[in-house]
């Protein structure tokens, strides 16, 4: 039994000190300031067989300009009770920020969740090494927004029923017919046709300035030509002309010369394209961040509808390829052992103290608590009984 106990305090202790991605970790870059915490996206090995890990930041409000932080607390102004002035020492901000850290300056694990309105806030409280983030914090451009996975509660988050339809109304009345499959004409027709369409699509790209420019040869001509949009086109004007074969081609070609049909893919230029893969690399999918930061003159349908015609290409599978073979590569995990707090400040006492708050010489030291710096003890020695009672 002793052994099985001494087994389990074991894996318990591995398991407290393996690292690994997605972790939310301490990390410690000065002896005199509190622990930063982040959270572990990648864990890298480099060419002098060092670790680093590559991090998410999460900011505390001591980080944040004070004008900020009025202006939030101006609009909690009715949750300011003691309960909340504890709540805000666990109350972290969000970024979009990454930077890269060595491994071994990891002090431990914690615990970083989204605030729940729905939750009591002294659940906070009582979970040790236990923080909480309802904002996203913008060094750049100094700005607290609300996180996107913010939980809406309430009825001003519900949908609007709209109106039922009344009693015989038909949906045939709000649908187009854009196909019949019982024409006159047979499949071997209507696959000849759209052979002519892309020969014409394949014409009016000879005959434009800007295609000759991306499409230098007859063969990248002719397989943009092939390409779904002008099938569709094809069809669709088939469908319009009654699946009259000499009318269709004739509307193929009208007076002011061949119908040239592209999609997103070849509207764009490489540069743009360039630039749409470089803000996918940062923001993955959130393809509204991408408008705003990298292609403001793109509007969203049209940067989500050559996401899926990007994700057709070559080039995407050679990146999907890459990724993998980095993945592979990549440290999955990383062991980091128990860090002796004695170390960090030799004149002060290494009593364990608030998760996450080192000492700083002159700092107070709060009965029961440990050490604190200066800011949080000077708070946090004023609710101690309050925390002891609640």
Not at 288 to 299: G, H, N, Y
Request: charged share 25%; glycine share 6%.
């Amino acid at each position: 039994l002793d052994r099985t106990v001494y087994r389990l305090g074991k894996l318990g202790e591995r398991l407290r000190n393996d690292m690994r991605e997605r972790n939310y970790v301490y990390f410690e870059n000065s002896s005199s300031n509190p622990l930063l915490i982040r959270r572990i996206e990648e864990l890298n090995k480099t060419a002098n067989g060092n670790v680093e890990a590559k991090v998410v930041c999460f900011y505390r409000r001591r980080d944040i300009s004070s004008t900020l932080i009025a202006l939030q607390t101006q609009k909690n102004k009715n949750k300011n009770t003691k309960i909340h002035d504890l709540l805000r020492h666990r109350e972290l901000f969000l970024s979009r920020q990454l930077e890269s850290l060595p491994a071994t300056h990891i002090r431990g694990k914690c615990c970083v969740t989204l605030l729940n309105e729905t939750e009591a806030l002294k659940s906070y409280l009582d979970r040790e090494d236990a923080f909480f983030y309802s904002l996203v914090y913008d060094p750049q451009q100094k700005t607290l927004l609300a996180d996107k996975g913010e939980i809406r509660v309430g009825n001003k988050f519900q949908a609007d029923i709209t109106d039922l339809l009344n009693e015989g109304t038909s949906y045939l009345s709000l649908m187009r017919r854009s196909g019949d499959p019982n024409s006159l004409l047979t499949e071997k027709q209507i696959d000849q046709f759209l052979v002519v369409a892309r020969s014409v699509g394949t014409f009016a790209r000879a005959l434009d300035c800007s295609s000759s420019v991306r499409q230098p040869s007859l063969h990248m001509s002719a397989a943009a030509a092939s390409r779904d949009i002008t099938l569709f086109h094809a069809m669709d004007t088939l469908h319009a002309t009654g699946y009259d074969m000499t009318r269709a081609i004739a509307a193929l070609v009208p007076q002011g010369g061949p119908v040239l049909c592209r999609d997103e893919m070849e509207e764009w230029s490489a540069s743009e394209a360039n630039l749409f893969e470089e803000a996918l690399e940062k923001y993955g999918k959130d393809f509204t961040d991408i408008q705003q930061d990298f292609l403001p003159w793109k509007s969203l349908t049209s940067i989500i509808e050559y996401y899926y015609m990007w994700k057709t290409t070559d080039r995407y599978v050679q990146q999907k390829r890459l990724k993998a073979a980095e993945a592979e590569s990549k440290l999955k995990q990383v062991y980091i052992p128990n860090y002796t707090r004695s170390t960090r400040s030799p004149g002060v006492p290494g009593v364990p103290g608030v998760p996450g708050v080192p000492g700083v010489p002159g700092s107070g030291q709060i009965p029961g608590l440990g050490r604190a710096c200066e800011s949080c003890y000077s708070k946090t020695s004023s609710f101690v009984s309050l925390l002891l009672y609640i």
